[in-house]
């Protein structure tokens, strides 16, 4: 059984405040098929929804708006790995209170 090694795309993590209204769309770049995803919050459970797209022209779409009942819900001071694939695509997040961050790491994992 090999290991997977996690090499993240230097300078490329954003840090987005959680808030009770979906947020803007972020850009994962097109290189990378893994993102790391982490909760700073210590009361706040964070739910993230990522919309891949075809196009890579013209402007960034706005992707799907996640609600706190839908999408990947990311615990608490926890921290998740998620394979996302090779092409475009964005993440908009929600949070059940706004405490705390959503650090949002693009990567390559082989």
């Known amino acids: 059984m090999s290991n997977a090694v996690f090499s993240p795309a230097w300078g490329s ?10 947020t803007a769309a972020v850009a994962l770049p097109k290189n990378c098929n893994a993102v790391i995803l982490t909760n700073t919050s210590a009361t706040a459970r964070t ?8 196009s890579e022209g013209g402007t960034l779409p706005t992707g799907t708006a996640p609600t706190t009942s ?9 921290q998740v790995a998620v394979y996302v694939g090779i092409g475009p ?22």
């Not at 993230?48 to 797209?53: A, E, G, K, M, P």
């Not at 839908?70 to 926890?78: A, D, K, R, T």
């Not at 695509?89 to 082989?110: C, E, F, K, L």
């Open 47 to 54: 739910h993230v929804v990522l919309t891949r797209y075809e």
């Open 13 to 22: 993590t954003t840090s987005v405040a959680n808030a009770i209204t979906a």
């Open 70 to 78: 839908s999408g990947l819900p990311i615990l608490p001071n926890q």
């Open 89 to 110: 695509s964005v993440i908009r997040t929600i949070a059940t209170a706004a405490d705390g961050n959503i650090i949002i790491t693009p990567a390559n994992v082989s």
